[in-house]
């Protein structure tokens, strides 16, 4: 089962091998001791100074990974063509190759992507759910920030709550992605570098540059959608939700298959995973799920619960979606911050609905007790916020997303880029109301 003999990763140390099992998680639940946030939130903006000092991508003759070439070549003549159409007899189902490994249909098993981390190999798991019919391959990577572990859960929970045999196409789950991080609790890698900044990668990187170049090269390529599993960080958390650029219109028509879940249009930043799977036509989403180095089974099994939706969407599962609300769309959003340093006392929740102008937050000097009432600027909804702690001035507390109706995007002539994703989202909405069969293979 273990896939050691052509490692994309290779090297001569081949002293000790771990495959993790998903049931456990030894961690000690504490603060990430490394990685410093000059700024706030998720994947959007925090960095850490050391990496995008050094971000250009440059051959290191030092870094620890290297990629076979051989092997590329070897995995990428095995993919399987993007465009294939749903063939509904079981005996045309050829297994499915990852790896050079041969998956049955009908079949859930395991293969092992083999690193090297300071000289010692490890098994990153891929788990791959086969069905006995044909669909769409749905992939599921988590843990590219090594701190988030929301997303090992609902990973875990969906794919192995699916019954390959009843499945049409193939799930593809990748609940550690970032093995490093995960081993030490942190967000980054060992060198304090973001992964989730060096997407597609480059095979003479540097090593986050590497690992992402391997995992596109070994996964992503072979998948029709692509869900990229995430929480808030650095004490942040996030109401569950899509992130998505609803420019593009696959993107558009893919985020409105998840039930009631949040959407909020997002464009990304280079180097995210999302974006260079969308730059290779493979639509994608990043699907955020409360805060770091916790696990909040709540909104763990409200993800699960969107991404089951999206495979009964799809028909590759038996359709089963009952939510009591229609799905939010968010446009445009705004970070809100401090202004005096303080404790942060929070009065407003994940979720709640705030008016122009409400408190969301006291923030109290501990010596003075001079308070800083944080609002609104306008009315919306929290979709992101720190949980309470002390903050300086320029803390980034509060996500709000901004309601906007169709007149108040007209008349206020809203930047862009926010009409144009409303205008995709709308047209897919279209497509999808006109065309009543369920959507089948990659049509999106
Ligand atoms: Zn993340």
């Known amino acids: 089962?273990?896939?050691?003999?052509?490692?994309?990763?290779?090297?001569?140390?081949?002293?000790?091998?771990?495959?993790?099992?998903?049931?456990?998680?030894?961690?000690?639940?504490?603060?990430?001791?490394?990685?410093?946030?000059?700024?706030?939130?998720?994947?959007?903006?925090?960095?850490?100074?050391?990496?995008?000092?050094?971000?250009?991508?440059?051959?290191?003759?030092?870094?620890?990974?290297?990629?076979?070439?051989?092997?590329?070549?070897?995995?990428?003549?095995?993919?399987?063509?993007?465009?294939?159409?749903?063939?509904?007899?079981?005996?045309?189902?050829?297994?499915?190759m990852m790896m050079e490994k041969s998956f049955a249909p009908g079949v859930r098993d395991t293969v092992f992507w083999p690193v090297m981390i300071n000289s010692l190999q490890f098994n990153i798991p891929v788990i791959v759910a086969h069905g006995a019919r044909q669909g769409p391959v749905m992939c599921m990577t988590a843990a590219v920030h090594g701190d988030e572990l929301n997303g090992i859960e609902i990973a875990r929970r969906v794919i192995y709550g699916l019954d390959p045999e009843k499945l049409a196409g193939t799930v593809v789950a990748v609940p550690i992605v970032n093995m490093e991080g995960f081993m030490k609790q942190q967000r980054y890698m060992a060198d304090r570098r973001d992964m989730n900044r060096f997407f597609p990668g480059d095979p003479n990187g540097v090593t986050p540059a590497r690992f992402a170049y391997a995992l596109m090269e070994m996964v992503i390529q072979h998948c029709d959608a692509l869900i990229d599993l995430h929480t808030g960080s650095f004490y942040r958390t996030n109401l569950p939700q899509l992130r998505a650029d609803l420019k593009d219109e696959k993107v558009a028509r893919m985020v409105t298959r998840f039930g009631g879940m949040t959407v909020l249009q997002s464009a990304g930043k280079p180097g995210m995973l999302r974006n260079a799977a969308v730059a290779m036509g493979i639509p994608a989403v990043t699907m955020e799920v409360g805060g770091p180095l916790s696990l909040e089974l709540e909104a763990v099994e409200f993800g699960v619960k969107a991404i089951n939706t999206f495979l009964g969407e799809l028909g590759m599962t038996k359709r089963l979606s009952f939510w009591k609300a229609p799905q939010p769309v968010f446009y445009e959003s705004q970070w809100v911050m401090s202004n005096h340093s303080g404790i942060l006392l929070a009065s407003v929740k994940l979720g709640d609905k705030v008016k122009d102008g409400e408190v969301l937050a006291e923030i109290i000097n501990p010596v003075t007790n001079a308070k800083e009432k944080v609002k609104a600027p306008y009315a919306g909804t929290v979709l992101g916020m720190a949980v309470n702690q002390f903050v300086s001035p320029g803390f980034v507390i509060f996500r709000i997303g901004k309601e906007t109706t169709e007149s108040e995007l007209r008349d206020e002539a809203i930047k862009d880029e926010t009409e144009a994703a409303r205008a995709t989202t709308s047209k897919a909405l279209d497509k999808m109301i006109d065309n009543e069969e369920r959507p089948a293979g990659t049509n999106w």
């Open 1 to 96: 089962m273990i896939y050691r003999n052509t490692p994309i990763y290779s090297g001569v140390f081949k002293v000790w091998t771990v495959a993790l099992a998903f049931t456990l998680f030894p961690l000690t639940l504490s603060a990430d001791e490394t990685a410093t946030a000059t700024s706030a939130d998720d994947d959007s903006i925090v960095e850490i100074e050391s990496a995008s000092k050094t971000q250009t991508l440059v051959a290191d003759p030092e870094a620890p990974v290297e990629v076979d070439p051989e092997r590329i070549k070897k995995v990428k003549e095995t993919k399987k063509p993007v465009d294939k159409q749903v063939k509904p007899k079981a005996e045309q189902l050829e297994p499915f």
